[in-house]
């Protein structure tokens, strides 16, 4: 079946400017997630979605925001950017959310955002 | 606050040998572990996973062990190839079961 995919894959703005990610999910996992991977931090989780519903949100500040569609899709926003918002934006997706055997999280390629 | 850690950022192997990769982890109370293979340009991709109730888990090739009493958890590779050169996370699961916290990595590179 077909794996987590993210787009674009690649995207170069300008401070100040807004962004918008978008993620679809393996199909039928209700469970969307959202990383930042910086080579400085690691991967930091953002925040998680399940049935259009924010369940948990990393420490990030007000600027990023998610939503989940009801056919599981899931996008992020990222408002008035910043340097340091330069990464490599993961999406992973799971049928419950790491609830028991057999619901692994799988992540997509990501997207890699430059802020100039 | 709650971390995941890597002993090593870097280990350099033979093909052929066996890789053990070792990480740390701090909350106790954690129940789920996830191994992930990051490939450059690449997202993670998932190894293998053990859940608390566990000390030992294998698949093809690699092996997790935990060892809830030190709160270490490792990752043996077998018959190391130089496919398996990649950045190695190790990941545990929060306690609402909803994100993942990851460790640093460390970089596996195999000489043929």
């Known amino acids: 079946k077909a794996g987590v995919t993210q787009t674009p894959r690649y995207l170069i703005k300008t401070r100040g400017q807004q962004v918008t990610l978008s993620c679809s999910p393996i199909s039928g996992h209700r469970s969307v997630s959202w990383y930042q991977q910086t080579p400085g931090q690691g991967l930091q989780f953002l925040f998680e979605y399940f049935s259009e519903t924010q369940r948990n949100k990393g420490n990030f500040p007000g600027r990023f925001s998610g939503r989940q569609f009801s056919n599981s899709r899931s996008e992020m926003n990222v408002s008035t950017l910043e340097l340091g918002d330069s990464a490599l934006y993961l999406c992973a997706s799971s049928f419950y959310g790491l609830a028991g055997e057999g619901d692994e999280q799988y992540f997509g390629p990501g997207t890699r955002l430059t802020v100039t | 606050g709650e971390s995941v850690g890597l002993h090593l950022p870097t280990l350099s192997v033979q093909e052929g040998d066996n890789s053990i990769i070792n990480c740390a982890y701090s909350?106790?109370?954690?129940?789920?572990f996830i191994w992930y293979k990051q490939e450059s340009g690449k997202g993670p991709q998932f190894i293998i996973d053990?859940?608390?109730?566990?000390d030992k888990r294998q698949g093809q090739r690699v092996t997790v062990l935990l060892n809830k009493t030190v709160k270490h958890l490792s990752l043996q590779i077998a018959a190391t190839q130089p496919g398996d050169s990649a950045v190695y996370f190790c990941a545990e699961a929060n306690q609402a079961g909803t994100a993942l916290i990851f460790g640093k990595g460390t970089t596996l590179s195999v000489s043929s």
């Open positions: 909350n106790s109370a954690s129940d789920y």
């Open positions: 053990i859940r608390s109730n566990m």
